[in-house]
């Protein structure tokens, strides 16, 4: 059964920074590139980093330069390194495969206050 655990989410000032890492099991890590995904209040879900099996990456304009992606294949974890903060990457961080399957873990709270 595939489930996804993110963790690592808090409060943070502007300019902080946070890493999330995200726990897979049932073997999505195995298949699939991997991504994060956020969701502020009143906004669509939107994919902001993925990491290809092989380890290229990709993100997405508002993030690059300040986010970066890994894996760890070993323990079948995704993380999120996050630095240089702002306001506006408030949401609820969420990790999925690339394309997502339709499941979706708890996600984790990332505040960042002014």
């Known amino acids: 059964q595939m489930q996804l655990a993110e963790s690592g989410g808090g409060l943070v000032q502007v300019g902080g920074s946070l890493r999330l890492s995200c726990a897979t099991f049932?073997?999505?890590?195995?298949?699939?590139?991997m991504g994060w995904y956020r969701q502020a209040p009143g906004k669509q879900r939107e994919l902001v980093a993925a990491i290809q099996m092989g380890g290229s990456t990709n993100y997405a304009d508002s993030v690059n330069g300040r986010f970066t992606i890994s894996r760890d294949n070993v323990k079948n974890t995704v993380y999120l390194q996050m630095n240089s903060l702002k306001a506006e990457d408030t949401a609820v961080y969420y990790c999925n495969a690339v394309p997502n399957y339709n499941y979706w873990g708890q996600g984790t709270q990332v505040t960042v206050s002014s």
């Open positions: 049932g073997g999505i890590f195995d298949i699939h590139a």
